[in-house]
């Protein structure tokens, strides 16, 4: 199977420990950290009111948790007004630059950064993965002419569920004073990460499609709705995995993946995807 | 033996009626087209798509302005073009039903691939999980349409600079959009942004949008799209376009212009998809301009392979390629359609609707040095107002001498007002066969009526006695095909018989 993490059950953590965190999921009581680098970049640059607003619009694109907190505020009655904001773009377009530095900044001061003791590793490989995997969403989304600003945003936040339940999970075993291998842990935020990513969306009200790549991006038989970015995310997402873990993702697996026949992805046009993988390797690698 | 008696490379509406034409005949037929199913970008990018976004803007404005009084009708501000074109996919599922069961039917193999040719009698297709399929034909018909032209000083990203393949991938209404190109394709998308309320600019090198119209009716068209709150920039040169990085589109215009839009679309012409279709092998040569080389039969410098539609180049619309397949496929298997027609109507789905055939009032005047000009506009009839469809022209081009029809011209706001071929009555038509119809009122096809002509009538009548005297004296009336005009409004649309000297 082409991610481990789906046959890999939760048995190893407490029934209480998962109710909790069900529990919390369901009440909102979860929160999306920003990794630490993210964070001082954007109370660096956010705070400068003569920064290059580049450098914001670009520290949203490259940072799930920067861009599912932005496009969560901007999807308020406030701001967005009668009709949802679906991508990033849209929102500087909107709100202007001005307005996204100040929610920005807000959030980076409230939301906190990851402190995870022992998970510093697969947290920044989580945000380096949904990064790649939403620069790939954008390559697929190009190359077969359909909707690039979706895809991206799809790909990008597909995983949110993962640094949601890990940094909640910590929380909770610490609080109960559990101790719990971190195996284990990864394996649950593996098993449960499209349920609790689709019910997140659902409560931060993301765009639809977001919502189902978020919730169906592993399903072997995707619902009909936004089944088009469902079936990019879930190619981009072993995109992404085949360019940081390629023992885990053969490329002759890729080649076979599910989703290529119905997004009418030629091998040559694959191939051109395949193309942008250093580079995007590189940009997703430089996140911390 | 070959596999097949044709084989058709792209299913697009040259494609399809080649393939349905050639298995009608009993042939052994195969269609072979990149999608799943055929239609090609018609289905998928171009017709279909744009229609039902058309359809939406303009019912939209339609109800704005015939509720104006009663109710203050307003759009989202950030109105989603999804939303806008909800019944898309309803319309191209049917579409694409309809056309599976055409080809099956038919008895018509379809093959999902990619086709290279190999030698001029066989091909490989390249199929979608990597494997390939090799075969033989004896004839070939290529109609793998075309793609938008994209400039080097024009980097399309499909997310802020677009082109006619992605931009109805948008999936929300930008704030300003602007279009480079001045044709067909930029015109209609222009309008139908400007009618669902963004601030749309054109910009071309061109003086004038749509240079091959009637001026007037251009003239029609530009005032309708500033009404709008549209713009045209004509004479500009354009440097370059990029995506400033944060939210905008930046164009740059010769003279240190410069524009800002959210999105930028290029509608700077379309070019032969012929890319990777192995035309060397096949000894198939092309035009300087990348078009398919045919001759008057559409066949192509390989004798027995033909092309149709797009690839060949200009007129490039649905309804020409069409009529090109078939042509195609009865040549090659030796049926004899007789000559093709040289009149082409051009509908422009604009917004407001374009519809010509035959000369413009300009050539007219170039070649018979005078025209006698018909013009009626919407405004003044009832039907029009009432159906708050009042800005509709409808203009006739006649001989100044003889009283023969040469051109005839529409504006209008509906699917009506376009100018189409009356197929089967090849008699010359005049002046005074206009003024026959009884109409009912209220109707717009009044505006032909004998009153709004009479101007035209009468600076006629002492020419074309003068006339008159000439043919007896002996002088060759052209044989020239019938042509009908459809002006908007009632479901039995007035038509001003015309004949076109060309």
Known sequence: MANAARSIDTAAVPQAVLDELTWRVQQGKVELPLLPGVAMEVTNVAAQETADSRVIAELLRKDQAVAAHVLRVVASPVYSGRTQIVSLQQAVARLGVAKIREISLAIAFRVGVFKLKGFEAEITALFQHSVAAAMFAQEIARVTRRNVEDAFMCGLLHDVGRPVILHALVQILGEQKLRVPPQAVIAATGALHCEVGGTLAESWNLPEAVEMSMRHHHSATPPDAHVTSVRITALADELARYTFEPERMPEAELRQHPALAPLELYPEMLDKVLAKGESIRQAAGTLS | ??????????????????????????????????????????????????????????????????????????????????????????????????????????????????????????????????????????????????????????????????????????????????????????????????????KVTIIDKGERPLSFMD?????????????????????????????????????????????????????????????GLGLDAAGVKVTPRGLVQVDEHLRTSAPNIYAA????????????????????????????????????????????????????????????????????????????????????????????????????????????ARAHRSNGDHRRPHLRDLHRHRLQLPNVRR????????????????????????????????????????????????????????
């Open chain 2, 1 to 198: 033996m070959t596999d097949y008696d044709l084989v058709v490379v792209g299913g697009g509406p040259a494609g399809q009626k080649a393939a349905v034409q050639a298995a009608k005949t009993g042939a052994r037929v195969l269609l072979i087209e990149r999608a799943k199913s055929a239609g090609g970008a018609c289905v998928r990018y171009g017709t279909i798509p744009s229609k039902t976004l058309r359809e939406t803007a303009l019912s939209l404005g339609k109800f704005r302005k015939l509720t104006a009084h009663v109710m203050d009708v307003e759009m989202p501000a950030h109105l989603q073009v999804s939303s806008l074109m909800e019944r898309k996919e309803e319309v191209i599922s049917a579409h694409e039903r309809y056309m599976h069961a055409q080809l099956s039917r038919n008895g018509i193999e379809l093959q999902q691939g990619v086709a290279r040719f190999t030698s001029p009698e066989t091909l490989e297709v390249a199929l979608l999980d990597g494997g390939k399929r090799a075969l033989s034909s004896r004839y070939f018909v290529i109609a793998a349409g075309s793609a938008p032209r994209t400039p080097d000083n024009v980097p399309v990203d499909h997310e802020h600079i677009l082109d006619s393949d992605s931009l109805l991938s948008l999936s929300y209404l930008p704030e300003s959009l602007v279009v480079l190109g001045a044709g067909v394709i930029a015109c209609e998308y222009a309008s139908i942004f400007a009618a669902l309320g963004v």
């Open chain 2, 215 to 275: 001026q007037e009716l251009v003239e029609h068209f530009l005032k309708e799209l500033r009404q709008a709150g549209g713009d045209f920039l004509g004479g500009k040169t354009l440097e370059g376009a990029r995506f400033d990085g944060l939210s905008s589109v930046e164009t740059r215009l010769a003279g240190g212009e410069l524009l800002r839009s959210e999105k930028l679309f290029c509608a700077l012409g379309r070019v032969a998809a012929v890319a």
């Open chain 2, 309 to 416: 539609g797009d690839v060949i180049g200009p007129p490039a619309l649905a309804s020409t390629s069409m009529e090109q397949g078939r042509r195609a496929a009865c040549h090659a298997l030796g049926l004899d359609l007789g000559k093709q027609g040289a009149l082409a109507p051009a509908g422009i789905y604009t917004i407001p609707e374009l519809g010509s055939v035959g000369l413009t009032e300009q050539q007219v005047r170039e070649r018979f040095g005078d025209a006698l000009v018909g013009r009626a506009k919407f405004e003044e009839v009832a039907r029009g107002q009432i159906s708050a469809a009042e800005n509709g022209l409808l203009k006739v081009v006649v001989h100044a001498e003889t009283g023969v029809v040469l051109g005839a011209h529409a504006a209008g706001e509906r699917d009506r």
């Open chain 2, 447 to 502: 505006s032909l009526s004998r009153r709004r002509l009479r101007p035209a009538q009468t600076a006629a009548r002492p020419r074309l006695r003068q006339a008159r005297r000439r043919r007896v004296r002996g002088r060759e009336w052209p044989s020239q095909p019938m042509i009908a005009v459809e002006a908007p409004g009632g479901r039995g649309a007035m038509k001003a018989h015309t004949a076109v000297c060309n």
